[in-house]
């Protein structure tokens, strides 16, 4: 996909453009099968900071803030990763976007993108997601990664430990794709908080390593 760019600055958590057109080279999808993984570029605002918003304010729901670190294989943190998310609203659905068309489409108008910031950081802003009508999986939150001029790959769905629908068949189905994907959540003040690390690569096929 072509988009207007120039170059990127990556600092304080901040990509920039400088100005006059871009062009932004999509990286190759890796860890296949994956169906979506080409979403993560419909749509990718120009300027990302390492906080985003899934939900928008005032969306119906119980706010949540799901944060964490994006690590390497090394366990140190790794800046300028875009971590791209989605989710079903608290009904258990995906509400319609904008994009009529694409992959995107079918991600729903709960989405968002942040940039890992210096120290690993990235937050999004959001409600905790209801489970889906047919009651067939946990709530959760999907999550994918972007290494810049390397590949993208989606990660273990954010999960919650408390749900009941998460049943030991279903826990034994993670594949600790980019670390942990089931979060213990916590309730404070009307709000929900949640850590989601990523360890990028960790059990990805194809995964050669940036």
Do not use: K
Request: hydrophobic share 35%; with cysteine; proline share 8%.
């Amino acid at each position: 996909m072509m988009r207007t760019a120039r170059s990127w600055l990556i600092g304080a958590g901040i990509v920039a453009l400088t100005t006059g057109v871009w062009l932004h080279a999509q990286e190759p999808i890796v860890g296949r099968p994956c169906e979506g993984c080409d979403a993560v570029f419909e749509g990718l605002p120009a300027s990302l900071t390492s906080t985003a918003r899934l939900a928008p304010a005032g969306e119906p729901g119980t706010p949540m803030t799901l944060s964490g670190r994006v690590l390497g294989a090394d366990g140190r943190p790794r800046a300028g990763v875009v971590v791209y998310a989605y989710q079903t609203n608290t009904a258990g659905v995906y509400p319609p976007s904008s994009l009529r068309t694409g992959a995107a489409a079918r991600h729903g108008a709960l989405r968002g993108w942040a940039l890992s910031g210096p120290d690993g950081r990235y937050t999004f802003e959001t409600i905790r997601p209801g489970t889906y009508p047919t009651r067939d999986a946990p709530a959760h939150i999907h999550m994918h990664v972007i290494e810049r001029g390397c590949a993208t790959y989606y990660i273990d769905d954010v999960m919650f430990d408390d749900d009941p629908l998460l049943t030991p068949e279903v826990r034994r189905t993670q594949t600790m794709r980019g670390g942990a994907g089931i979060v213990s959540a916590t309730r404070a003040n009307g709000r929900w908080m949640a850590t989601r690390d990523i360890v990028l690569g960790r059990n990805i096929p194809g995964h050669a390593g940036c």
